[in-house]
């Protein structure tokens, strides 16, 4: 398996070309599209949040165009350039879905503005966008943010550099008329989400103490349950979140699901309920630990005892799960909780269980809560079945969680890349790495074969269940791991503070555009960036600068 990983990567490299790229993915160098898909994938998501003035939809659009570049690749004429390709390929697949679309006349999008003047911006350059027809975002994106000339453009379009000249120039005076007609619009007032007072007693029996932590869905407290005087963690909707129905649902299934495993291996469920005039609210075990994330921070690389029997506990909350037609489906160090319990300085809890799946017959239809297209989960440990949108079972959970063994035994995830569309890529199509390529201590032939299972890119392939992992695990804690050479502290690994960053960037988006509507699911990283290029060309040709 490693040879055939080092022909491959021998193989690609940065600096060749699109052209060779192209050629060694026909020849089956599947590293050579992961590269492409590095390479292209801002452009191609630029165009496409210019064409559909939606990040979500532009983000959804890019999966798609990769994932039919990847199939129709083989075809692509000889004397077109893979970038141009790619770019018409975008477009084919908007206009499509748009045909598709009912044609009702949409209004434009107005409403309040927000009063922080970055994000007044965004929403201006947002508006005036929707002014413009298809054909014309995608001229104005490759004139004004790449840079194209009328020729180039003309070739995506299809069409004459004379007509692509007048469609730019139809575009940029159509942007600028809308970006005068949102001075007209209201001033939102200052968001203001009511949270609860400390003292406050909800369903007659939590008492609240104080906030914990807000996101953009909820709010969670420290709380106490005055039945019992047992402190609890006490998680709640936002108002703005109540009144939306399918979030309610998400909420009321979350409970549901946690009700369901009373294991000691997941967060403890206490109580759960809404009464009239109260937001709902799911309470749970109050954990005093620690969140694996953080000590990965801090330790940077654990031993390998000890991360196996941090992996030995989740496999039994998970095998617990999966039994009872629970796939967590974001397994990942911020929902790992450890724990002191007597002797055992690392008992595991699984945490956030807000988008687990119920898989059993009976509960079909709870599995449609999340939408028919909708990616969820953390893009370093998301597995290849939940991006292509197939069937889950308990071994896209396996996956996850030999992504964070090997991250645990190597300080670092088995696939890392600047954005989460590359990071697709290469949990799709690109081979898992070798342990001992980042750690040449931990060259263990059993534990080398246990990562390439968990991380099988067809669940078929993989380690099949919960149990059959656990009895490998067990296998290798008895090795005798003492008369191994050390672990290097000093070894070069990705910082954690690069880690974090890739792990948080495609959280923060959601975070950023939480409200009434917000759902979880991850966004590109490249929608922050692109958004502020946008600002910065309105603000130059708006406001005089350029």
Known sequence: MSAEVSVQAA?????????????????GAEGAFAELVRRHQIPVFRLLLGVTSDADEAE?????????????LPDMPLQQTFGGWLLSLSRELVRKAEEKRPRATAPRRTGPRPRDPKALVKHEVRTALTDLSGDERVALILADLQGDSLDEIARTLGTTPDEAERIVHTARTKFEQGLERTDAEPVAEPDSEAL?????????????ESLLGKGGMGAVYRAVDTTTGEPVALKTLLPSTERDPALRRRFAR???????????????????????????????ELLDGKALNLVLERETRLEPRRALHIVQHLLRGLGYAHERGVVHRDLKPENVMLLEREADHDFAKLLDLGIAKLVGADDARRTRLTGQNELIGTPLYISPE???????????????LTVLLYEMLAARPPFDAKTSTALFAMHLVTPPPPLSAAVPELAVPSLEQLLQAGLAKEPAARIPSAESYARRVEELLALDWENLPKIS???STLPPATKKRVVAAAERAVAAEAGPRARLRWLLPAAAALLLVLVGWALRRYFGGG
């Open 11 to 27: 193989e690609v490299s940065p600096e060749d070309g699109d052209a060779a790229l192209v050629a060694q993915f026909r020849a």
């Open 60 to 72: 959804l659009f890019c999966e798609q165009v990769f994932f039919e570049a990847a199939r129709r």
């Open 196 to 208: 609860l007072e400390p003292g406050t007693l909800l369903d007659a029996r939590f008492r609240i």
């Open 254 to 284: 979350e409970a549901e699901v946690i009700e369901r495993l009373q294991h000691p291996n997941f967060v403890r469920l206490i109580h759960h309920g809404q009464r009239e005039g109260e937001p709902s609210y799911v309470a749970m």
């Open 386 to 400: 939940m991006l292509r949108g197939e069937a889950l079972d308990g071994r896209a959970d396996l996956y996850s």
């Open 489 to 491: 502290r000093t070894a």
